[in-house]
């Protein structure tokens, strides 16, 4: 295990159901993430908190809301998505948000939209 | 911009031979360079990377991958494979310059057979 749980593991929703993914780091880590993992395509860095304060959003759809109530979780609330947003979310952490500290992932929730 | 490239989607050796995954990558400046393994139903887990430094960086699991300027090359690299080592292998690149985020490349199946 790294470290960081994510729950659920696995979700399915409809598109007018509103849902949310908790990522928990345990690591004492300052910075955490969340990715989008769809199959062959690279990871899709959505968004980037560090000291619990967004520094980072990839032009990601309104429709993904993003929380970080303190250092240790971070939360993605979900409203009204679309089938296209079938995927695995990821979630991360690390001691520093410049990307030069290694990263730690969680198992991630495999998210399905019908 | 910065770019990787994995340019084989799936990497078949027999258990006992040596391995390698490639990586190409463009960046402007001088690079990060790291690698990451999924395991099925995983998140990714940290191996190895390049800062600066020796060309040769060792990681975890016995793997080791070789920063090579000239060809923009980090090819990931083991002895004599296991089994075990069955997973997905990301290459991920960032931009030494500046605040940058880390880009994945698209990642490369390694089947061991037995």
């Known amino acids: 295990e790294t470290g960081v749980t994510q729950t659920p593991r696995h979700l399915v929703m409809g598109m007018t159901n509103k849902k949310s993914l908790k990522c928990e780091q345990h690591l004492g880590h300052n910075a955490m993430y969340w990715y989008k993992q769809s199959a062959k395509k690279p990871l899709e860095l959505m968004f980037v908190?560090?000291?619990?304060?967004?520094?980072e959003n990839n032009s990601v759809p309104s429709r993904f809301s993003p929380e970080c109530p303190n250092s240790s979780h971070l939360f993605l609330h979900l409203h009204t998505l679309q089938p296209e947003d079938s995927a695995l979310y990821l979630c991360?952490?690390?001691?520093?948000?410049?990307?030069?500290?290694?990263?730690?992932f969680g198992p991630g929730t495999r998210l399905t939209v019908l | 911009a910065q770019s990787v490239a994995q340019p084989e989607d799936q990497v078949n050796v027999a258990e006992g031979n040596p391995l390698t995954v490639k990586c190409t990558y463009s960046?402007?400046?001088?690079?990060?360079l790291f690698w990451y393994v999924q395991y099925p139903n995983r998140g990714l887990q940290f191996l190895l990377k390049y800062i600066t430094g020796d060309n040769l960086v060792k990681g975890s699991y016995g793997f080791e991958a070789e920063f090579n300027k000239s060809q923009t090359s980090f090819h990931l690299k083991k002895p004599s494979a296991l089994v075990s080592d069955s997973a997905l292998y990301f290459c991920?690149?960032?931009?030494?310059?500046?605040?940058?985020?880390?880009?994945f490349g698209i990642g490369t199946k390694l089947q061991v057979i037995p």
């Open positions: 991920a690149v960032r931009d030494g310059r500046g605040y940058q985020k880390v880009t």
């Open positions: 991360a952490s690390s001691q520093g948000q410049g990307f030069v500290d290694t990263q730690y």
């Open positions: 960046v402007s400046g001088n690079p990060y």
């Open positions: 908190y560090s000291l619990e304060e967004r520094v």
